[in-house]
């Protein structure tokens, strides 16, 4: 698989299948994986914990800690998958909307290669 050429209703499908074959709906509430959520961010976060943002960028090319932030990266894209099938969030929708939103708080004109937040530009 790869994002080119698989649609994300497969993926869904498959994370929840995955979790359906071992019963554990039952444990995955909106906020027990929220939790879920948050808990592998922060595993992924570890990664670069004091490291400058050149470094965190160097290190990425090396195949030890690009292959253990893809584990992380994957934990936290499968269990906000799992919100979505629990909740019955359409995640391409919920993007869309929230593009839309975005690109009226940071409008080109005033945000283009600035870390500012909308309410400060």
Do not use: C
């Amino acid at each position: 698989m790869n994002d080119a050429e698989t649609p994300l209703v497969k993926i869904k499908k498959q994370v929840l299948a995955f979790a359906r074959e071992r019963d554990w709906e039952q444990f995955h509430s909106p906020k027990n994986l929220s939790m879920a959520i948050a808990t592998e961010a922060s595993e992924l976060m570890e990664h670069f914990l004091w490291q400058s943002p050149e470094a965190s960028r160097e290190q990425m090319d090396t195949e030890k800690l690009r292959s253990q932030v893809a584990e992380e990266l994957a934990d936290v894209f499968i269990f906000a998958i799992e919100f979505a099938n629990i909740t019955g969030m359409d995640i391409a929708s919920i993007i869309e909307a929230k593009m839309q939103r975005n690109a009226e708080k940071y409008p080109v004109e005033k945000a283009r290669g600035r870390s500012t937040k909308y309410t400060e530009l």
